[in-house]
């Protein structure tokens, strides 16, 4: 089992997420966070630190949020590990909850 970032992070990437988890699972990309499957531990630690509640099992992903587990998977190739919470974009609080985030993603 592993933890997956959802949409709702795109343009939000708050990272209070990062500093609790015990494996240095969390990757950044330029506006949204992944978690590497292959290194999650489903420890659900970083599950109530997200103030944006984006972050879920992968056995509980929301209707319509399925396509974030294999997206963390692959990005999470790419982006380098992050282990420190930095501070969220500006306007980070204008993005919390919006839909249809996924054509912001940027890689």
Known sequence: MTFVVTENCIKC?????VEVC???????????????P??????????????????????DLPPGQEQ????????????????QMKDAPPDADEWKDKPDKLQYLER
């Open 68 to 83: 974030f587990l294999a997206l963390n998977a692959e990005l999470a190739q790419h982006w380098p590990v992050i282990t």
């Open 22 to 36: 015990p494996v240095d699972c969390f990757h950044e990309g330029p506006n949204f966070l992944v978690i590497d």
């Open 38 to 59: 292959d290194e999650c531990i489903d420890c659900t630690l970083c599950e109530p630190e997200c103030p944006i509640n984006a972050i879920f099992d992968e056995s």
């Open 13 to 17: 990437k708050y990272t209070d997420c």
